[in-house]
């Protein structure tokens, strides 16, 4: 029996010991309060500065003039004249196809031409002296322009086995080889203008009021981390896409030292909108049903103040009414104080929660 009333105290001590703990763990977790009640919170000035409404986006690189190279005729290749990624100019020569046969018949085209224009000069000599009627000159004439067109003819056909460069750019791989047969339509090479590349990214239809041609954006690429692109909007699509409610935007960029490339993915901010705007931490709103509010330090007290906000950024919103540059906003500890209440403001967090003396 002894022996029972021994144990039952030892679990009665231990109990109380357990929740003596508790208490002051309680107790240690108490807000930091200062001698007479005061509360300490964490403030942040309201702020005026030069703010942007930014739109984020999604876009993908173009080049500014591309094309597949091909021929036009069908005819093996007699020579290449360039390289894998070669850059190039604008009709700069890049294949020449067989024309032998083509060389002859305009050499003969020629030659009819000429034949027909002196034949031209004597028949007129005759009309001259009326040896003959001067509609034969007619009949000469009509000669001269169809021999003038079959020497045009041929020297077009003479042309199409020369290929060359439609504009200055960037080549890609070579798709053919010395001797092969190509006909219309085989892909030769592909021809890159990327001095300066588009860039195409939707924007949500909301914001089709505040586009406007100019408008800057910066964009990034995961190929070179941490550099920005900066360019301009040139051009906004004629229509809205009815799925995704978005309109397309087109920005340039300038690319003289040829990083972006066609088909990249780049992350980008358009900026809509600036202008000197009141602003403060995301974190210090209150949102109460379709409302917002803050908790403001004045005179060492709080003060509840209903805001209208703007725009957002991450971390920071624009705040269109309700504060004033240089009030304190309570962005830490606005759970544990009341409008009234004296609080203690400090510029940052404190992490222990022992008494401040």
Wanted: aromatic share 4%; glycine share 6%; charged share 25%.
């Amino acid at each position: 029996m002894k022996k029972t009333v021994i144990i039952a105290a030892a679990l009665a001590a231990a109990l109380a010991g357990s929740v003596y703990m508790k208490e002051q763990n309680a107790a240690d977790n108490v807000p930091q309060k200062r001698k007479g009640g005061s509360v300490s919170v964490v403030v942040s000035p309201v702020e005026q500065t030069q703010w942007q409404r930014q739109v984020e986006a999604l876009g993908t690189i173009k080049a500014r003039e591309s094309v597949e190279l091909a021929a036009k005729v069908t005819e093996r290749v007699a020579q290449i004249h360039f390289d894998d990624g070669d850059s190039v100019s604008k009709g700069q020569l890049l294949v020449t196809l067989n024309h032998a046969e083509q060389d002859a018949k305009l050499t003969a085209a020629r030659a009819n031409l000429v034949e027909q224009q002196r034949e031209y000069r004597r028949i007129e000599d005759l009309v001259k002296t009326k040896t003959i009627a001067s509609n034969e000159l007619d009949k000469i004439r009509t000669g001269i322009d169809v021999a003038a067109a079959i020497v045009a003819q041929t020297e077009a056909e003479v042309d199409a086995r020369y290929i060359r460069a439609p504009f200055a750019g960037l080549l890609g791989f070579r798709s053919i080889s010395t001797g092969a047969l190509v006909s219309p339509g085989t892909e030769i090479s592909t021809l890159d203008d990327i001095s300066v590349v588009k860039l195409d990214f939707p924007v949500p239809e909301r914001y089709l009021n505040e586009l406007r041609p100019g408008s800057s954006i910066s964009a990034m690429a995961a190929a070179f981390p941490g550099q920005p692109f900066v360019g301009t909007v040139a051009n906004i699509d004629s229509r809205v896409n009815p799925t995704t409610r978005a309109v397309v935007v087109r920005a340039e960029l300038d690319n003289a030292d040829g990083k972006l490339r066609p088909g990249m993915l780049m992350t980008l901010k358009l900026i809509v909108d600036e202008r000197r705007s009141t602003i403060i931490p995301e974190e210090a709103v209150i949102p109460r049903q379709n409302r917002q509010y803050v908790f403001v330090v004045a005179d060492g007290k709080v003060v509840e103040k209903q805001i209208t906000l703007g725009s957002r950024q991450r971390g920071w919103v624009e705040v269109e009414s309700g504060l004033v540059e240089g009030e304190l906003v309570i962005t830490r500890g606005a759970q544990r104080v009341r409008p009234g209440q004296t609080v203690t403001p400090r510029e940052r967090e404190n992490f222990s929660y022992q008494e401040i003396s």
